[in-house]
């Protein structure tokens, strides 16, 4: 599609906004994001001449409301995602948890918390719950490869996770939304799911049994 320039008339329309807080999960900390300016323009590539006139690092152009802004830190730093052509601040609701010592893995886009005090699978989904969270939903390359992760470090413990076959036996489901976990069908009588120190999925007893778990906050 052709962009027809609009630069130089919607420039006029520009003001600086307020400055917005996100949490750093890598360091530990809140880092200030300076948003210098914003404009309506008519495409990313004048979205990208005005932020550069602008001396921001980062431009962000919404193509459903043709809203331009201007960052001042880089992207990755922000942990951005892009959703229906639209940009979020995606560690801002996980920022809100760090005070429960949740923190935010970029690269798995996963709101996460290691729960080291041992509880039985419901009354840690009551805790995660509590938090506004849930046990963990594992449903990405990404998470999972990060959980193994962190079971491996531990060396000798079994984690709960925030899947059960309650409703049909061998038919696995995530807690926090009712979708299928397709990769494990097992059957039997334990009903909610673990992983094991060697890394593999297992069922195990929801009432019986206290061991870690794992909770996440939902970024979607």
Same mark, same amino acid.
């Given at each position: 599609?052709?962009?027809?320039?609009?630069?130089?008339?919607?420039?006029?329309?520009?003001?600086?906004?307020?400055?917005?807080?996100?949490?750093?999960?890598?360091? #530990?900390?809140?880092?200030?994001?300076?948003?210098?300016?914003?404009?309506?323009?008519?495409?990313? +590539?004048?979205?990208?001449?005005?932020?550069?006139? +602008?001396?921001?690092?980062?431009?962000?152009?919404? %193509?459903?409301?043709?809203?331009?802004?201007?960052?001042?830190?880089?992207?990755?730093?922000?942990?951005?995602?892009?959703?229906?052509?639209? !940009?979020?601040?995606?560690?801002?609701?996980?920022?809100?948890?760090?005070? !429960?010592?949740? %923190?935010?893995?970029?690269?798995?886009?996963?709101?996460?918390?290691?729960?080291?005090?041992?509880?039985?699978?419901?009354?840690?989904?009551?805790?995660?719950?509590?938090?506004?969270?849930?046990?963990?939903?594992?449903?990405?390359?990404?998470?999972?490869?990060?959980?193994? +992760?962190?079971?491996?470090?531990? #060396?000798?413990?079994?984690?709960?996770?925030?899947?059960?076959?309650?409703?049909?036996?061998?038919?696995?489901?995530?807690?926090?939304?009712?979708?299928?976990?397709?990769?494990?069908?097992?059957?039997?009588?334990?009903?909610?799911?673990?992983?094991?120190?060697?890394?593999?999925?297992?069922?195990?007893?929801?009432?019986?049994?206290?061991?870690?778990?794992?909770?996440?906050?939902?970024?979607?």
């Amino acid at each position: 599609m052709l962009c027809i320039s609009l630069y130089l008339i919607t420039s006029l329309s520009v003001h600086v906004i307020s400055s917005k807080t996100y949490y750093l999960a890598e360091k #530990g900390k809140l880092g200030i994001d300076h948003i210098l300016s914003r404009a309506t323009l008519s495409c990313t +590539e004048d979205c990208i001449l005005f932020c550069d006139g +602008e001396k921001a690092v980062t431009a962000n152009y919404d %193509v459903t409301k043709g809203t331009c802004v201007c960052h001042s830190v880089y992207p990755e730093m922000l942990s951005l995602v892009t959703q229906a052509n639209s !940009f979020m601040y995606a560690n801002q609701v996980c920022r809100a948890a760090a005070g !429960f010592g949740y %923190v935010y893995n970029n690269s798995a886009h996963f709101c996460y918390k290691v729960q080291t005090n041992m509880a039985t699978w419901l009354k840690g989904r009551e805790v995660c719950q509590s938090e506004g969270g849930d046990l963990a939903k594992l449903d990405t390359p990404e998470k999972r490869q990060l959980m193994r +992760e962190i079971v491996a470090a531990d #060396g000798a413990n079994e984690y709960f996770l925030g899947a059960t076959d309650m409703a049909e036996d061998g038919v696995w489901r995530w807690t926090v939304d009712d979708t299928v976990f397709p990769e494990y069908t097992k059957r039997g009588h334990s009903k909610c799911l673990e992983i094991e120190p060697n890394l593999n999925f297992d069922d195990t007893g929801c009432h019986n049994e206290e061991q870690k778990y794992i909770c996440d906050i939902s970024l979607q």
